[in-house]
């Protein structure tokens, strides 16, 4: 009988392949300071940010001029030092580590000038750094789930329910207008919205994308909608219903909401 992988094992086991796009979100729960992370080329010290993490391979950004990017093309191939931080459980001290990887290529990101990519093949990746990227992942593996499960039942934007969810009562909207609108709320799960608009606002047709900012205490939630309904009520606002994508701060936020609606609900009457 074969054991199954468990702890950093499993981690590899399962997500090796996979990497992390590093997102507001994804940085934020990691608990990367992007103000220490650095590569070391032989004498030379680069400060970067994270674009993309890897098990075995990551993808760094740099601000450097073209000179400085055709400079250091010459250390492709070469061995050059990571270090960087990760401090996912907001402890008093972060933990640093410094890997010893393979320059693999140095490239221009696409649209930005004077930001330079760097690719990185880790030589050896530290089990405590594998395990929290691990949990990480794991995690998100609970957010698609928890998109689905709360997507089939809409929470009614009361005064009460947005105190609940350290709403703000405050939600924008952005599309065709270059500035976004001020939108109000009045359902919301996982998977969609409906909101009003003031009698100004235009009718979206169905299948439009729009850009949605919510504002809550514990995120300031951007995501991206399809029109799914549109319509001019009798009092001359306008109600759009939208489909929402996958946002892992929307579905934190609305796990906290239910998670706490059914322990008050288990609360003993006075």
């Known amino acids: 009988m074969v054991n199954a992988p468990t702890g950093t094992a499993q981690y590899l086991a399962r997500f090796s392949e996979q990497s992390i796009p590093c997102n507001p979100y994804a940085l934020t729960k990691l608990g990367i300071d992007r103000a220490h992370c650095s590569l070391k080329i032989e004498d030379y010290v680069i400060l970067c940010a994270p674009f993309q993490l890897g098990f075995k391979k990551s993808?760094?950004?740099?601000?450097?001029?073209?000179?400085?990017?055709?400079?250091?093309?010459?250390?492709?191939?070469?061995?050059?030092?990571?270090?960087?931080?990760?401090?996912?459980?907001k402890k008093p001290e972060p933990v640093k580590f410094f890997i010893r990887s393979m320059l693999i290529t140095i490239g221009k990101m696409k649209g930005r000038e004077n930001v330079g990519l760097?690719?990185?093949?880790?030589?050896?990746?530290?089990?405590?750094?594998?395990?929290?990227?691990?949990?990480?992942?794991?995690?998100?593996?609970?957010?698609?789930?928890?998109?689905?499960?709360?997507?089939?039942?809409?929470?009614?934007?009361?005064?009460e329910t947005s105190k609940m969810m350290g709403y703000n009562m405050y939600a924008t909207i952005l599309n065709p207008n270059p500035q976004p609108r001020r939108i109000q709320i009045f359902n919301l799960s996982t998977k969609a919205v409906e909101h009003l608009e003031a009698s100004s606002a235009p009718v979206r047709a169905y299948g439009t994308i729009v850009s949605y900012q919510f504002f809550f205490q514990k995120f300031r939630v951007s995501l991206t909608g399809t029109v799914q309904e549109a319509s001019v009520l009798p009092q001359g606002m306008v109600r759009t219903k939208s489909s929402l994508g996958l946002c892992p701060e929307l579905v934190e936020i609305i796990d906290d909401y239910w998670y706490n609606k059914?322990?008050?609900?288990?609360?003993?009457?006075?």
């Open 59 to 89: 993808i760094f950004m740099a601000s450097l001029s073209a000179q400085e990017l055709a400079f250091f093309q010459k250390y492709t191939n070469s061995t050059v030092g990571l270090s960087i931080a990760f401090n996912p459980y």
């Open 262 to 270: 059914k322990k008050q609900a288990s609360l003993p009457l006075l």
């Open 118 to 159: 760097f690719v990185l093949e880790y030589k050896n990746s530290p089990d405590q750094m594998v395990d929290m990227m691990g949990s990480f992942l794991e995690h998100q593996e609970r957010i698609k789930i928890q998109y689905d499960d709360y997507g089939k039942n809409n929470i009614r934007m009361t005064a």
